[in-house]
C-alpha cells in the first residue's frame, strides 16, 4: 500500500479541510526498507528529480570511526546489541539509526541511516 505524505484532510481542532486538489504521484512515498546483517544486497531507486536513492536490505560491513585516533575502518558488523527504536529489532538483526553494533573493534553506534543513504557509517563506543 502506498502512503500518501500530502496535506491532512483534518485541522488541528478536528474541523474538516476542502481540499483544493486530488493526490499527486509525488506526494506518494514508500515503505520504510530494514537493513538485516548479511551478504550485502542493495536496492536502487529513482525518486522527485530524477535523483537516485540507494536502499541498503542487507549490510555486512560498516565504515566505523575510532574517536580517539579519528581514523575509519571497514569492519565486519557482528550482530546488533540495541535499539532505541525498537527493541524486537536486536532479535530479528535490524539495523537503524542509534543501534549499537558489535564489530570486530567492539561496539559501535551507528551515525547513518541505511535504508536512506545505502551505507552503514558508525562510532566507536567506549565499552
Known sequence: MALWQGRSKRKPTGGRLTLSRKKRRFEIGKEPVFTFVGSEKRQVSR?????????????????????????????????????????????????????????????AKVTSRPGQDGAINAILVKE
Open 47 to 107: 525518486v522527485r528529480g530524477a535523483n537516485v536513492k540507494v536502499r541498503l536490505l542487507k549490510a555486512q560491513f560498516a565504515n566505523v570511526v575510532d574517536p580517539a585516533t579519528n581514523k575509519t575502518q571497514k569492519v565486519k558488523i557482528i550482530t546488533v546489541k540495541e535499539s532505541p527504536s525498537n527493541p524486537n529489532y536486536v532479535q530479528r538483526n535490524i539495523v537503524t539509526k542509534g543501534a549499537v553494533i558489535q564489530t570486530d573493534l567492539g561496539l
